[in-house]
């Protein structure tokens, strides 16, 4: 099932936390939104080019969290920019326990994420949304990332092309 592969995924990279609940987003327009997203980078790169990965993101702010469900993300909230500015997703959710809103309960809050990274370039702190590094045909990099040959970390631009399938 989707919820025990989530699960399994936490796991991997936080083994001594226990899942609470695992529960689907639902929302049609922003997957409309991703759907296409998709579509344009197969036009433009290829399948096989499409680097489209299950990952997780974090955010300390439960109204934050509200507009992803509603609005998806939206790369002006984040504050990170050590690899450039753009959203933020990690392989590992070990790496967005840092970053994830602590509930009442003491329970940690994220997203299981499908995004599409297509062609990337190691990010710098000096990456602005307005100075991304471009291609040799002139269009930017689809993301930055931490380590080009293993990335854990990875930096979108383009809002669409994150969709966030769990909590």
């Known amino acids: 099932s989707p919820g025990k592969d989530v699960v399994n995924d936490f796991k991997r990279t936080?083994?001594?936390?226990?899942?609470?609940?695992?529960?689907?987003?639902?929302?049609?327009?922003?997957?409309?939104?991703?759907?296409?997203a998709r579509r344009n980078v197969i036009k433009l790169l290829g399948e096989k080019k499409l680097n489209e990965r299950n990952v997780f993101h974090g955010t300390k702010h439960i109204d934050v969290m509200s507009k992803v469900y509603t609005q998806g993300f939206m790369k002006v909230f984040s504050n990170n920019s050590t690899y450039g500015k753009g959203t933020y997703f990690a392989r590992d959710a070990h790496y967005s326990t840092n970053y994830s809103h602590k509930d009442s309960n003491n329970s940690y809050q994220m997203f299981q994420c499908q995004a599409i990274f297509g062609e990337s370039y190691k990010g710098s702190n000096t990456y602005e949304?307005?100075?991304?590094?471009?291609?040799?045909?002139?269009?930017?990099?689809?993301?930055?990332?931490?380590?080009?040959?293993?990335?854990?970390?990875?930096?979108?631009?383009?809002?669409?092309?994150?969709?966030?399938?769990?909590v």
């Open 129 to 166: 949304l307005k100075s991304w590094p471009k291609k040799s045909n002139g269009l930017k990099y689809d993301s930055l990332v931490d380590n080009p040959s293993n990335p854990s970390i990875y930096v979108l631009h383009e809002n669409a092309r994150a969709y966030p399938m769990f």
């Open 14 to 36: 936080c083994p001594n936390q226990t899942v609470v609940k695992v529960e689907s987003v639902q929302n049609q327009m922003l997957y409309d939104s991703y759907w296409n």
